[in-house]
């Protein structure tokens, strides 16, 4: 239970960035939903999910990297292994990095058939325009 003391405190301090950071792309695609909407297109409005629905799953692909790193940074920093700490975080970036190539390629190959599956057929022209 909660007891307020300096721990508490501290997750609070570390706790409420992380859910800020969690908020960015649900907040960045319902304000993208705000000004599709108001084209008054009902495709376009399609065609926009369809591509946020892409985007979005990306997203959780690429979030997973800091979920693994954290535990060994935190695991190496209670040991005082200060070379750990740095070997940990040099994966981090190579592997952000690899999957980001890896990640863009595809999505630049296979946006098309991407959100064919995901959408409606006839809004590819607006996900391809919003996607791009």
Do not use: H
């Not at 609070?12 to 649900?26: N, Y």
């Not at 000004?35 to 591509?51: C, D, K």
């Amino acid at each position: 239970m909660p007891s307020g003391d300096a721990l508490d405190k501290k997750i609070v301090s570390l706790a409420l960035p992380a859910v800020l950071s969690f908020l960015i792309l649900p907040i960045a695609q319902a304000t993208d939903l705000f000004w599709v909407g108001r084209m008054g297109e009902a495709l376009a409005i399609a065609g926009q999910a369809s591509a946020n629905q892409l985007y979005s799953t990306l997203s959780w692909v690429t979030n997973t990297i800091p979920t693994i790193t954290v535990p060994v940074v935190a695991k190496a920093r209670a040991a005082g292994d200060e070379a750990a700490i740095q070997d940990a975080l040099g994966e981090a970036i190579f592997i952000s990095g690899v999957l980001g190539i890896v990640c863009t390629a595809m999505l630049f190959r296979f946006q098309r058939p991407a959100l064919l599956a995901i959408g409606n057929p006839k809004a590819i022209s607006f996900a391809m325009a919003y996607g791009l």
